[in-house]
Nanobody, 125 residues
């Protein structure tokens, strides 16, 4: 089981930015894909961005051009830089890890077996 712990959530005005971080178990990057998911009240959990074991990334349509996923192998950390935030981005954000089966990342929650506790992001004026 991969250990994951998110941080960096908070409240921000529309148009603002936040950087989420996820501390992961060390030494997993060659075997796992990592992702950020989010879940808003009353809605299903959705994939936001993911990075494959060798670095290829994928984004949801709503995240493209605004969010950037990155990982720091030396610090065992995953990040999500979120810019141009809107109230529609308000949700609990989760870091997730799943065994890699290819060099491509996926945004299906069924491909991820380890989850963090989540960090709340609220965008409002």
């Amino acid at each position: 089981q991969v250990q994951l712990e998110e941080s960096g959530g908070g409240s921000v005005q529309p148009g603002g930015s936040l950087r989420l971080s996820c501390e992961t178990s060390p030494g997993i990057y060659s075997s796992y894909q990592l992702a950020w998911f989010r879940q808003a009240p009353g809605k299903e959990r959705e994939g936001v961005a993911a990075v494959a074991r060798y670095g290829r990334t994928i984004y949801s349509d709503s995240a493209k051009g605004r969010f950037t996923i990155s990982r720091d192998n030396s610090k065992a950390a995953l990040h999500l830089q979120m810019n141009s935030l809107t109230p529609a981005d308000t949700a609990m954000y989760y870091c997730a890890a799943g065994r890699a089966t290819s060099n491509l990342a996926t945004l299906s929650e069924y491909d991820y077996t380890s989850w963090g506790q989540g960090t709340q992001v609220t965008v409002s004026s």
